[in-house]
């Protein structure tokens, strides 16, 4: 495994020491009364009038104690497949873009069930994505049920783990429910309840503190529920430098820590030795525009920065790297994202969001997805490095071969071609100009669009137990109508 260190061991212990005393003696602002009496309980000092707890650093520490240095996520038949934890690196799309890059028109327009579909069967045909995402937003829902109708798309056309997230008040119930359903029919017998063990593998679920030390009724109630149902949670701290953080990047990894110790403290509380995730989404402000530039280095920096904190408390880790800020399927989309994918890679972040996302994680493209897909083989490549696959390494082959350049022909290249070399698909161009303009000089664009139609097509959804997939369209159909929608949208 290669990989490389950002901070020194003194810049990351002074990192920490002033967001422990940020804990302590600024505070953190908490929405939730339970959270606060929890934390009260593990001898934090609350001002309720504010909504401000007070947490000294050995609530903290004791809290840290008790969370699990990793865990599995787990496929639809029960099998794990993301190592949560160390040095192990997997990618996923990013989640939760309100609009899709039409690739007939390139425009931008609000996303709809048929897309979500489209970009699941794409990532469940690329081994390249180790899980899904909920990756958009549907716009022919109601906005009351968009979270769980997004997670229902991809427990119907998935077998992959899931990464989501409940970001409405009274959908995450439900969403659990779901995965009991989920989980029930496809390992036989009753569906488990939640804590028992069974249910928390095949999903993580995002959850977002709000900029700066703020944890919402929402969020601090989400940490509380998911604790105590034994589900992985996900901290997505948000910090954008000169904006909603300080301006340095060390600064910003102050205020990154100080929020996920905080989400820690309430939710080892709540339950300890439940999973949780040191994760996150922070990034630079861009002064001149206002936007908040996810492709940029600096951006990648601070995540990369931010995770290795997180390992050197020995937690599992997550960041949102592998994404674009440019609007179309263009060479700033390849630039930005093959980078950004790599700087996570090498910092051995546990799950990487981002991969097919445009205009600053505002946009899902399939055809982008399909082109991050092969940055993530390459990165994979790098961290694979260098093996001794022969002893001797060389020398028997130039014995053989006399000074000629015949490697071609023998049976070492055979044999090795194929394990040393990661072999893209059509959407990567190795072929030579004359065959590139028989065919008719496609850009990449356009080789992406093939490579979609072709994964699409080859793409067969996964067989669900009938009784679990009426257990969902019960769940799901019921929410619907209670939201005024009198059937589901018809998927394609």
């Not at 097509?457 to 005024?484: D, F, H, N, Q, T």
Request: glycine share 10%; hydrophobic share 45%; aromatic share 4%.
């Amino acid at each position: 495994m290669l990989g490389f260190r950002l901070l020194s061991a003194e810049l990351r212990e002074r990192i920490l020491s002033e967001a422990f005393a940020l804990l302590e003696q600024t505070g953190v602002r908490v929405g939730d009364a339970e959270a606060i009496d929890l934390l009260e309980e593990s001898g934090a000092r609350a001002d309720r009038d504010r909504g401000i707890a007070f947490i000294p650093e050995g609530a903290v520490r004791a809290a840290l104690s008790t969370v699990p240095g990793g865990f599995a996520l787990c496929d639809a038949e029960g099998s794990p497949r993301v190592a949560y934890g160390g040095d192990a690196v997997h990618f996923d799309p990013g989640s939760s873009a309100v609009r899709v890059l039409d690739p007939e028109t390139g425009a931008h327009r609000p996303g709809t069930s048929d897309d979500l579909v489209r970009l699941v069967q794409i990532a469940e045909v690329l081994p390249q994505f180790d899980a899904q995402s909920t990756a958009l937003v549907c716009s022919d829902v109601p906005r009351e049920i968009g979270d769980l109708y997004r997670l229902y798309l991809v427990l119907l056309h998935s077998c992959k783990p899931i990464v989501t997230g409940a970001f409405a008040a009274g959908t995450l119930p439900i969403m659990l429910e779901m995965l009991e359903a989920a989980a029930g029919g496809a390992r036989g017998g009753s569906p488990p309840r939640a804590g028992d063990g069974r249910i928390h593998a095949r999903a993580v679920f995002d959850v977002c503190p709000s900029p700066p030390l703020n944890w919402s009724g929402f969020a601090a109630r989400s940490l509380i529920v998911l604790a105590r149902a034994g589900v992985p949670a996900e901290m997505v701290s948000m910090p954008l430098a000169g904006a909603t953080a300080p301006a340095t990047i060390a600064g910003s990894l102050v205020q990154h820590a100080a929020e996920c110790l905080s989400g820690i403290a309430i939710h080892q509380r709540a339950r300890p030795g439940s999973p949780i995730v040191w994760g996150g989404a922070p990034a630079i402000f861009d002064m001149r525009f206002g936007t908040t530039p996810m492709g940029a280095m600096e951006t990648a920096l601070i995540d990369a920065a931010a995770a290795e904190i997180g390992k050197s408390l020995g937690l599992p880790t997550h960041a949102y790297l592998g994404a674009s800020d440019a609007k179309t399927l263009d060479a700033q989309a390849g630039m930005e994202s093959g980078m950004t994918a790599l700087v996570g890679a090498l910092a051995g972040i546990n799950m990487i969001s981002g991969a097919g996302m445009l205009d600053f994680l505002a946009c899902q493209s399939a055809e982008k997805l399909v082109l991050d897909a092969e940055g993530i083989a390459m990165a994979r490549r790098l961290l694979a490095g260098v093996e001794a696959r022969e002893t001797p390494l060389a020398t028997h082959l130039f014995a053989a071969l006399d000074h000629r350049a015949g490697f071609l022909g023998l049976k070492h290249t055979r044999d090795f071609f194929r394990i040393e070399q990661a072999m893209p698909s059509a959407v990567i161009d190795r072929s030579t100009v004359r065959a590139w303009e028989e065919a008719g000089r496609p850009d990449t664009a356009g080789r992406c669009r093939a490579r979609v139609a072709g994964l699409i097509a080859k793409y067969e959804r996964p067989s669900l137990p009938p009784e679990s997939e009426s257990a969902l369209r019960a769940i799901v159909a019921a929410a619907a109508r209670r939201a005024g929608m009198a059937a589901l949208p018809a998927v394609a």
